[in-house]
């Protein structure tokens, strides 16, 4: 599986939107970019996932590249409780996740 | 639907001690798995399972046992427990089939090693 680069930690204020970059360079064409995130100690939650296009849900929108190296997470109008660990995973046929150290991100009010 | 349970929420040990923690899930998953998570890192897979009977290896298996005897349950068995595995283990579940992998947690349980 392709090896993810996040920073470290961001702060966002509340109400702004949250942009999360992931650099992915070496991303294989079957292989997709998920976002999940963790919230304090809890178990981590699925947020998006794409191949291509940019995709959108009820949590965010993940825009990824034309040449597919990279992608940025974006929560639109990020709370207090958006505070949370993300983490940028590619991977593709294969069950299992490969979790790095993901981005700290802090919301402050 | 529950989802993903895991239980205990917390356990103490001793060194040498054996147990066993439970996950459990009622979305008919095929694929489940068990991750550790030791302090400020990333999850690690220890063992999973893409169906009934069958199990296999993640990236740090050594001290864990698994089985896999029926599609709901998917217990973790500690062998002889050693401070290294002072962790927090999380269960997952997804459906097996494309590569869309989006995979449910559980709350996870909290193991300390004396």
């Known amino acids: 599986d392709a090896k993810t680069t996040q920073p470290t930690s961001m702060d966002c204020a509340e109400g702004r939107a949250a942009n999360l970059p992931c650099n992915h360079s070496t991303i294989s064409g079957n292989e997709y970019v998920y976002w999940y995130r963790q919230i304090h100690s809890q178990g981590p939650q699925y947020i998006i996932h794409?191949?291509?296009n940019n995709e959108t849900n009820e949590m965010a929108s993940l825009i990824i590249t034309e040449d597919r190296k990279s992608s940025t997470l974006i929560l639109p109008h990020a709370t207090l409780r958006d505070t949370a660990v993300y983490y940028c995973?590619?991977?593709?046929?294969?069950?299992?996740?490969?979790f790095g150290s993901g981005t700290r991100l802090q919301v402050q009010p | 639907n529950a989802g993903v349970t895991q239980t205990p929420k917390f356990q103490v040990l001793k060194t040498g001690q054996s147990m066993t923690l439970q996950c459990a899930q009622d979305?008919?998953?095929?694929?489940m798995s068990w991750y550790r998570q030791d302090p400020g890192m990333g999850l690690r897979l220890i063992h999973y399972?893409?169906?009934?009977?069958?199990?296999d290896q993640g990236e740090v298996p050594n001290g864990y046992n698994v089985s896999r005897s029926t599609t709901e349950d998917f217990p973790l068995r500690l062998l002889s427990a050693a401070p290294s595995q002072t962790s927090v283990y999380f269960c997952?579940?997804?459906?097996?089939?494309?590569?869309?992998?989006?995979?449910?947690f559980g709350p996870g349980t909290r193991l300390l090693v004396l």
């Open positions: 995973i590619v991977g593709a046929g294969r069950r299992a996740l490969t």
């Open positions: 997952a579940s997804s459906v097996f089939g494309l590569a869309q992998e989006t995979q449910y």
């Open positions: 979305m008919n998953h095929e694929y």
């Open positions: 794409g191949l291509k």
């Open positions: 399972s893409v169906g009934a009977g069958i199990t």
